[in-house]
């Protein structure tokens, strides 16, 4: 049976196995590897070697990269056990110090890092193909979503916030700063933000495209392999600077450099390594699903080494790139510094016992006075509002005194049939007592309606400041065509409605808004009160923007218009052309809609009459906080 065949039949039937029990798997096919050669011994008298593995993707796709390769090189050592170990950066550095392992496979800029604290020595490369993508070579990607068509290079991407998986990671950020050094753009004062999330590396792409990151710097091929896996859409994204590399299937923003050495360790020894390196030039290239890899001999990793010295990172990290100039500029300013920062404190000492006894009590009255002013013109504006709602309300008075008569009326009618039955003199019969229990239910009804509009009033007048709660745009829309509702029957107009379908819920004051829609409709009611009947329209429009996260209300009317010399005049307080009104009611609006977090325009409509228009976040100021808590 071939190695292939064994390969995916234990894959099959092992499944993905957690980050915790994938080395049980691995154990189990290797182990079936020996037994392929029919050179099968005991569990007891194979000799364990440790090799740590950097783990820059998830458990499964860790599995996919590394299980054909190592089970070749199993083959080749029947009397060793290889127990493999994913890591992280950290931890294969925390197990190096501690000499836990006997090799190591990670990428080529953290083994340069480790090899100034380490003795390391490269035996092998992994050439890796996955669907013809060469993963055996490191460059990166900076990624950012198709629709920012503006991020073509990296000048574009300064003061934009960018996610990466470590200040460490090779592929994943150190080529990508080279590469911006060389055409001159300098992460340390391009004002970006740069949030480092840890492995595994195939979250940034996708908390890219949830919006958290305007851009993601990833190693080369990983957005192409997710797309064949079918994690992703490639269309979804765009690449930022672009580097043609010639034969290289794959994404880059950068150059490209050598791939994973196999690395020897101290705590090998000699004859080992003769063994493994003597295994991995003569192990067969490994071909399982979509990936074929073999091992290869060693190459050069000067190019790292220089890519490290221009960054003066991981051994150059100690020298400047002017060693003397550095040492002048550290040293003669922070002594030019510090004496400075003497005189200042002296100077500082001595100034502030003088200015700061004369001053605190001066500032604590000065931030008494206006606290002071500030509540007083909160409870202005709070009495303001208030006084607006009862000035609406009077406007509303009739309406609402109809609303209530209609149901008290009812209520003295189905009462005094009842009494004329109960005056009879015959008895009940059963279908006299189902007419007497009907009409008492209809009493009932008719007392809850009129309940709820004195409850509806009470509420709309009450005087607290209330609470931000979510509402559903078509309900508040209904609550206020509902205290309008006799107005509305009196002019003779039937509002049109048109909300668009799934309207999003807003996070808002009610009573407010309430307010401010009460107010439009009054208004738009006003000015066509000298137009025909028949010509009388009143159209409110609810929609959905998108973009901006905000919901537009338009309420539109077919009256008169604005009149040029009361336009720029339209939201100052007391400013109005009624004879009965204050000039409270659009001035009120305007500030409720702007404590919301929104925004309340009226102009002439090009169809005649006027148009005020509502914007509101969809979430409103507050809601964040309260969501917190």
């Known amino acids: ?68 390769p190592l089970a070749s090189l199993q083959q080749q050592l029947p009397d060793h056990q290889l127990e493999i170990h994913p890591m992280t950066l950290a931890e294969l550095e925390a197990a190096l110090l501690a000499e836990q392992l006997d090799f190591v496979i990670t990428n080529p800029g953290h083994y340069v890092a480790l090899s100034s604290h380490y003795d390391l020595a490269p035996m092998a490369r992994l050439a890796h193909f996955h669907a013809d993508l060469p993963l055996h070579h490191v460059g990166s990607a900076l990624l950012v979503r198709h629709d920012r068509p503006e991020l073509q290079n990296f000048s574009a991407i300064r003061n934009l916030t960018i996610g990466a998986v470590s200040p460490d990671a090779f592929g994943g950020f150190q080529v990508l700063v080279d590469q911006m050094h060389s055409q001159g753009v300098h992460p340390e004062t391009a004002g970006n933000q740069w949030v480092f999330t840890g492995f595994p590396m195939d979250q940034l792409i996708h908390r890219l495209l949830a919006g958290e990151f305007d851009a993601v710097i990833v190693r080369s091929c990983l957005a192409e392999m997710m797309a064949l896996e079918s994690k992703l859409d490639i269309n979804s994204l765009q690449l930022v600077q672009p580097k043609k590399q010639p034969g290289y299937a794959c994404m880059t923003s950068t150059d490209l450099y050598p791939g994973w050495p196999f690395l020897r360790t101290t ?51 100690a020298f400047p790139h002017n060693p003397i100039w550095h040492w002048l500029m550290s040293y003669r300013y922070g002594l030019l510094m510090a004496a400075a920062l003497l005189l200042l404190i002296s100077f500082h000492h001595i100034r502030a016992e003088y200015l700061v006894r004369r001053r605190t009590r001066e500032l604590q009255l000065s931030v008494q006075r206006q606290q002071q002013a500030e509540q007083d013109a909160r409870q ?88 931000f709660e979510w509402l559903e745009p078509s309900q508040l829309l209904e609550d206020a065509l509902a205290f309008c509702q006799t107005r509305l029957k009196q002019e003779g107009v039937e509002p049109q409605c048109y909300l668009d379908d799934q309207l999003p819920l807003i996070y808002s004051h009610k009573t407010h808004l309430l307010q401010v829609l009460a107010n439009l409709i009054t208004n738009a009611l006003d000015a066509m009160q000298n137009r025909e009947p028949e010509v009388r329209q009143l159209i409110i429009r609810i929609q959905h923007d998108d973009v901006k996260a905000q919901l537009c209300i338009n309420v539109e009317d077919r009256g008169e218009g604005i009149d040029s010399e009361f336009e720029a005049q339209l939201f100052v307080p007391f400013m109005t052309t009624k004879q009965q009104g204050m000039g409270l009611g ?44």
């Not at 919301?596 to 906080?625: D, F, M, R, S, Y």
């Open 1 to 68: 049976m071939e190695i292939n065949a064994v390969l995916r039949h234990c894959w099959a039937s092992a499944g993905v196995p957690s980050t915790a029990g994938w080395s049980k798997l691995l154990s189990l096919l290797l182990f079936a590897c020996c037994l392929l050669g029919g050179r099968a011994i005991a569990q007891t008298e194979l000799l364990p070697v440790q090799i740590g593995i950097l783990d820059w993707r998830a458990s499964d796709d860790f599995q996919q990269q590394w299980l054909a």
């Open 586 to 629: 659009l001035s009120m609006s305007r500030t409720l809609a702007e404590s919301l977090g929104g925004q309340l325009t009226l102009k002439n409509h090009e169809q005649g009459g006027a148009i005020a228009q509502l914007w509101l976040p969809v979430t409103a100021i507050g809601a964040e906080e309260e969501v917190d808590e």
């Open 380 to 467: 202005r504006q709070d009495e303001l509002l208030h006084l607006s709602r009862f000035t609406l309300m009077g406007e509303l008075a009739a309406g609402l005194a109809h609303e209530l008569n209609q149901p008290l009326t009812t209520i003295a009618n189905y009462a005094r049939g009842s009494v004329r039955h109960l005056e009879r003199d015959e008895p009940l019969s059963v279908s006299r007592r189902e007419q007497l229990r009907d009409v008492a239910g209809q009493i009932a009804i008719q007392a809850d309606q009129a309940a709820l509009v004195i409850r509806n009033i009470r509420a709309f007048l009450r005087k607290e400041q209330g609470c």
């Open 267 to 317: 705590r090998a020894s000699t004859q080992l390594a003769r063994q493994v390196t003597a295994a991995l030039m003569q192990s067969e290239s490994v071909t399982l699903e979509q990936d074929h890899s073999f091992w290869d001999a060693p190459v050069s990793y000067q190019s790292v080494y220089q890519l490290f010295e221009r960054l003066r990172i991981g051994p150059f990290e």
